[in-house]
């Protein structure tokens, strides 16, 4: 082999090991500024989908007392009736 080939350049391996360690990194302005717009679009369209959801649940909660109170006013209203005739047929 040749006396004169380059090795790999040395390397602080505490640094390669605990990257969390090293704080010295580029950032790409562009890409952070795509990355922070996808998120705040998906903030705020998770946001939208939770409101819609309340609303949706709101306008539910209300149809169900509605329905039952219907039910109720129609069961006592029958009572009412049915009371009613079986006086008329005693008197």
Do not use: C, H, Y
Not at 23 to 29: C, G, I, M, T
Not at 40 to 52: D, G, I
Not at 56 to 75: E, H, L, P, W
């Amino acid at each position: 082999m040749a006396s004169g080939v380059e090795s790999f350049p040395a390397v602080d391996a505490e640094k390669e090991l605990n990257p969390q360690n090293n704080k010295e990194f580029q950032v790409d302005s562009v890409s952070s500024q795509v990355a922070s717009s996808l998120e705040k679009e998906a903030k705020e369209k998770l946001e939208k989908m939770k409101n819609e959801k309340d609303r949706k649940d709101a306008i539910q909660n209300f149809k169900t007392a509605m329905i039952i109170s219907g039910v109720v006013v129609a069961v006592a209203g029958a009572i009412f009736a049915i009371t009613k005739k079986l006086r008329e047929r005693s008197n």
